[in-house]
């Protein structure tokens, strides 16, 4: 509207002055255009969908091609445990049995307890062969392999103990039961967490026999290797005289015989604990999700960075027992959750949510949908995630690690900021244009281009310049500022001041130059006031690379193609001026060399006051850090 209002006064003083009514119709009109930033969906396009091709090469695959730009507001970044934050290559280092702990499992003639617990580890678990080699779930896939380098053979096991029947692992049993014939009948092995399979066991298999169960005692050892940063299982079995006839978990699973604790570890992955760091320098924060036991979590959370407190572990039962309003009120101090069922991550993002926080949340499951859907940026395993996991998420890990995500929003942040560059550059450009036509005619001063100088000036510096933005390296210090807020005004941050202050910078100096031209009753006063309007919004592309930091200092062959842009942009300015053949067209003269030396004097000024601008702007940052 102000762009209308303007064009509309530019076109009365013109009829006032004398100016015949089609040339200020035109030039109205071509003022119009020249203030609306027409490249801007073409920059926004080619910048997101660079940055999405990049993310590719870091292992992120975006479904969402505005996801790319909103990954710079991300606040809170919720990952998974398993295979995100660590390895996913879980391996068995310690074992417990009688009351005896060994870091190796015993072979087959060792004897009750160590050989039924080798057993268990060997059956209990759905490892097959697949092009020659045992494949699986990374838990199963450890005991698995553990039974085996002890000499407990799983093929060699089902030929005398084969498998009737299996009741699955969920989320909320958190056991996994297999049942086996036997010569006495049949036996099954039960394996789970060892709150609950502990709870289910009335007596323990010793080397004696059974004996009497001393859950407390148990449970002891499970928790401290658990805040070893263990995730421990539990195994049991039961004898039948024969194959039950309800196969249903809370038939089957309970009178248990305990077996042993296994101790497995998944060790973070080597790059996690950097990638945790620049996190929290960047104003987000990481959340840990596991299904582990809350020792488990909270030692791997203390060995990534994640937490130093043991206060801020939350398990899926403490969560179920809190109303939505009281969780919201203490969501924000949580950094890792433990034993937390996929459907609870849905409550933790709208709980983040109602704190205006803006979140990136894992999965890879069925049930992780919801959440990831709800989420600011839904994030899916490309590895181990499921096709609906996929479809529900706005971007794919192809490599399911954590690194991946902090780099897509280092990546989204320099997208946006290139994003705003543009505008700033193209909007201060246009700025100077308007006040340049609105200012002369109020000076006693000639209408100073025509509509084709205009058009062509909006051609040339926002077309090149502004595509070659999208190719900004990441400005120094992305990663040490706060998140941006989603709603967040693009002029925020001192832009629009910069857009009101550079375009009457740059209409001033073009206002100059066209006094000095007409005051010296030169014929190419027009080419002079066009020529210091082009080549000043060149110099301004240039300044605005950075927002604080100098050109100096980033240098001028950090952007090849922005240099290019403007060498190409200036040499077709050059071609308009003294390519005889142009100068009709353009309505241009050619310009004496001295003319032509104080016009890329007056445009370089622009430079130079920006730069100062971006000095006090890096003296009040000091300031405030002081």
């Given amino acids: 509207m102000a762009v209308l209002a303007i064009c509309t006064v530019v076109f009365a003083a013109g009829l006032l002055q004398g100016q015949p009514a089609q040339l200020m ?97 060997a059956l209990s678990n759905d490892v097959a062969e697949k092009d020659g080699q045992p494949a699986g779930d990374p838990t199963e896939l450890a005991l698995f392999e553990a039974a085996r380098a002890a000499g407990f053979d799983k093929v060699a096991l089902e030929e005398t103990l084969p498998r009737l029947a299996a009741i699955p692992f969920d989320s909320e049993r958190k056991e996994m039961t297999t049942l086996h014939r036997s010569d006495e009948g049949t036996v099954a092995y039960i394996k789970g967490a060892p709150e609950q399979v502990l709870r289910q066991c009335r007596d323990a298999l010793g080397d004696g026999g059974v004996i009497p169960f001393d859950h407390d005692e148990v449970q002891s050892d499970a928790g401290q290797l658990a805040e070893e940063g263990y995730r421990v299982l539990a195994l049991a079995t039961r004898a039948f005289a024969e194959e039950p006839d309800n196969m249903e978990p809370e038939a089957v699973e309970r009178e248990l015989t305990f077996l042993g604790l296994v101790a497995l570890i998944d060790p973070p992955r080597p790059e996690v604990s950097q990638a945790v760091a620049d996190c929290l320098t960047a104003g987000i924060t990481p959340v840990m999700i596991t299904g582990d036991h809350p020792g488990t979590a909270r030692a791997i959370a203390r060995r990534l960075g994640i937490t130093d407190s043991d206060n801020t572990v939350l398990t899926g039962s403490e969560l179920a027992k809190l109303s939505d309003e009281a969780f919201a009120r203490i969501v924000e101090s949580v950094r890792v959750y433990a034993r937390v069922s996929p459907e609870q991550k849905l409550r933790i993002v709208k709980a983040l949510q109602l704190n205006g926080e803006f979140v990136a949340m894992t999965g890879d499951g069925v049930n992780d949908a919801p959440a990831l859907k709800r989420a600011g940026i839904g994030v899916a395993m490309g590895q181990k995630g499921t096709d609906v996991a996929r479809e529900a998420a706005d971007m794919v890990l192809l490599d399911d690690d954590f690194a991946t995500i902090v780099r897509a929003v280092r990546d989204g942040r320099r997208i946006f900021d290139n994003i705003r560059k543009f505008i700033k550059d193209t909007m201060s450009s246009n700025s100077g244009e308007i006040w340049t036509l609105f200012l002369a005619p109020f000076l006693g001063l000639p209408i100073p281009l025509l509509p084709i100088h205009i058009l062509w000036i909006n051609l040339v510096t926002d077309g090149l310049p502004g595509l070659a933005f999208t190719a900004e390296p990441t400005e120094p210090g992305t990663m040490h500022r706060p998140p941006r807020p989603p709603d967040e005004s693009i002029f925020a941050h001192g832009m629009w001041q910069h857009i009101v202050w550079v375009g009457l910078f740059v209409g001033g100096i073009s206002i100059a130059s066209l006094a000095w031209a007409v005051s010296r009753d030169v014929e190419y006063w027009q080419t002079v006031v066009f020529t210091v309007l082009t080549v000043s919004q060149l110099f301004h592309s240039l ?72 000095w006090l702007m890096r003296r009040k940052l000091i300031y405030r850090e002081n």
């Fill in 25 to 121: 119709i035109l030039t109205a009109v071509s003022l119009a255009v020249a203030a609306i930033p027409e490249a801007l969906p073409a920059v926004v396009t080619v910048s997101l969908a660079l940055g999405a091709r990049k993310l590719i090469r870091d292992n992120a695959l975006v479904r969402n091609l505005p996801a790319v730009e909103t990954l710079g507001s991300v606040t809170y970044i919720c990952a998974d445990k398993t295979g995100t934050l660590t390895r996913n290559r879980m391996t068995v280092e310690r074992f417990v049995a009688a009351g005896e702990g060994r870091e190796s499992l015993p072979g087959p003639d060792a004897g009750t307890p160590w050989s039924e617990l080798g057993r268990a580890l």
């Fill in 543 to 614: 300044a605005v690379r950075s927002e604080t930091a100098s050109l100096w200092t980033i240098g001028l062959f950090s952007n090849l193609p922005m240099l290019g842009a403007v060498l190409l942009t200036l040499l077709l300015q050059m071609a308009v001026i003294y390519v005889p053949a142009l100068n009709p067209v353009f309505h241009t003269q050619p310009l004496p060399l001295f003319d032509l030396a104080v016009c890329l004097l007056l445009s370089s000024l622009v430079l130079f006051v920006i730069e100062i601008e971006k």
